[in-house]
């Protein structure tokens, strides 16, 4: 079964499940970003938010969480590479930190664009 089509598929999902854990036992960013996150869906149900804006709610704090993984991951092999202080491992860390500020504030703007009419009423 490991080495079939469908075991492959089952023990890569749980190789996917075992890091999204991993990332929230063990990284402060991903633990911020996931209460943020709770916060927005509580917010979410408490305004009635409708179906498209809980649609790009969704998609705002996965491409969030999802790149804070990812930058996360390049900053633990830039490290294995090389340990110790390298010019390019920063800007490696550096470029992989910009794509999550881009995906916070595309967040943020969505934010706004969805909840500045509730409280504007």
Same mark, same amino acid.
Do not use: C
């Given at each position: 079964?490991?080495? =079939?089509?469908?075991?492959?598929?089952?023990?890569?999902?749980?190789? *996917? !499940?075992?890091?999204?854990?991993?990332?929230?036992?063990?990284?402060? =960013?991903?633990?911020?970003? %996931?209460?943020?996150? !709770?916060?927005?869906?509580?917010?979410?149900?408490?305004?009635?938010? $409708?179906?498209? #804006?809980?649609?790009?709610?969704?998609? %705002?704090?996965?491409?969030?969480? $999802?790149? #804070?993984? %990812?930058?996360?991951?390049?900053? #633990?092999?830039?490290?294995?590479?090389?340990?110790?202080?390298?010019?390019?491992?920063?800007?490696?860390?550096?470029?992989? %930190?910009? *794509?999550?500020?881009?995906?916070?504030?595309?967040?943020?703007?969505?934010?706004?664009?969805?909840?500045?009419?509730?409280?504007?009423?």
């Amino acid at each position: 079964m490991k080495n =079939s089509f469908l075991g492959k598929r089952f023990y890569g999902g749980v190789y *996917a !499940i075992k890091g999204a854990f991993l990332l929230l036992k063990t990284e402060a =960013s991903i633990q911020v970003q %996931a209460v943020i996150a !709770i916060l927005m869906t509580v917010l979410g149900f408490y305004m009635e938010i $409708s179906t498209i #804006e809980w649609i790009l709610q969704i998609l %705002a704090i996965g491409l969030v969480m $999802s790149l #804070e993984g %990812a930058n996360t991951a390049i900053e #633990e092999i830039a490290d294995f590479i090389h340990p110790d202080f390298h010019h390019k491992i920063g800007l490696i860390k550096d470029l992989a %930190a910009g *794509a999550v500020f881009f995906a916070a504030i595309t967040a943020v703007i969505i934010g706004l664009v969805i909840y500045i009419p509730y409280f504007v009423q």
